[in-house]
């Protein structure tokens, strides 16, 4: 097994600690089958993979530490985007940490950014979309504390009790379904992915997996979606899985 980057830097009061579905998107992407795919899928370029929803950059970080493992090649970029300020910030340090000690297989990593979803980003950019939604079921989604402002993220002795239930809640409180996060970004991807991209999405099994693949496939006849890997099950369902998402053009020529 690959090691898994150091988070212990993270502040977890007010960034998401990695758990099973962290660890479920490692191995999914240090996986054979999945390995496999992307070698093919990049054989001579330089692919972009942008995680949406950093967190504590645990799953961005393993990408860049282990690029030329997983795509065969180090020439890869890898970059992230969160919404929390603090999240950024711990991504920069995890994948700083991650790159020391895998000398001979990191890619290079562009920086993490604040943003909302593929907002930073140009259309058509990414090559490989990561995203692990905030997908649990809550009657709403989180209300941002009245005096919860900017300027309080760039002072990390600011942010109160509220304003850090509030970072945290975003990582998880998934509105309806726990999807109404995860239904904007797959809106966006027949935008933002790159003709030859593809993205790896977590979902629990609330958030109705089967009708999130056939809502993709109706894209139009190239799309397709593969379950890459899934985690346990109960009464019978999967409690998380890793859809892939991708293009198949040859297919439909």
């Known amino acids: 097994m690959l090691p898994t980057p150091d988070t212990s830097h993270v ?13 479920l998107l490692l191995d999914t992407l240090s996986s054979e089958t999945e390995k496999t795919f992307l070698h093919e899928a990049f054989p001579d ?4 993979v942008v995680e949406v929803g950093t967190g504590s950059g645990v799953v961005i970080s393993f990408v860049h530490a282990h690029a030329k493992t997983i795509f065969g090649s180090s020439q890869v970029l890898t970059a992230g985007v969160d919404m ?12 700083a940490k991650a790159q020391l000690d895998n000398p001979d297989s990191y890619g290079m990593y562009l920086g993490s950014c604040m943003g909302d979803l593929t907002a930073p980003w140009r259309d058509g950019a990414i090559d490989v979309l990561i995203f692990n939604p905030p997908y649990v079921p809550t009657p709403e989604m989180p209300a941002r504390p009245e005096a919860f402002t900017a300027d309080d993220l760039a002072d ?3 942010p109160s009790f509220d304003d850090d239930s509030y970072l945290l ?3 998880y409180a998934g509105g309806r379904d726990g999807m109404e996060t995860t239904d904007r970004l797959v809106e966006s991807l027949p ?3 790159s003709r030859r991209g593809c993205a790896y ?8 997996p089967d009708e999130v693949r056939r809502r993709i496939e109706g894209f139009g006849p190239e ?16 409690k998380l899985q890793v859809v892939r998402i991708w293009r198949d053009f040859a297919a439909v020529e």
Do not use: H
């Open 11 to 23: 502040p977890y009061e007010r960034v998401y600690e990695p758990a099973e579905d962290s660890y």
């Open 45 to 48: 370029a330089a692919p972009l």
């Open 84 to 95: 929390n300020a603090f999240a950024c910030r711990a991504t920069v340090a995890t994948a």
């Open 156 to 158: 990390a002795a600011k």
């Open 169 to 171: 809640a975003l990582s």
């Open 191 to 193: 935008r933002i992915l």
């Open 201 to 208: 999405l977590l979902l629990c099994a609330q958030n109705k």
């Open 223 to 238: 799309w397709r979606t593969l379950m890459a890997r899934s985690s346990g099950k109960q009464a019978g369902w999967e």
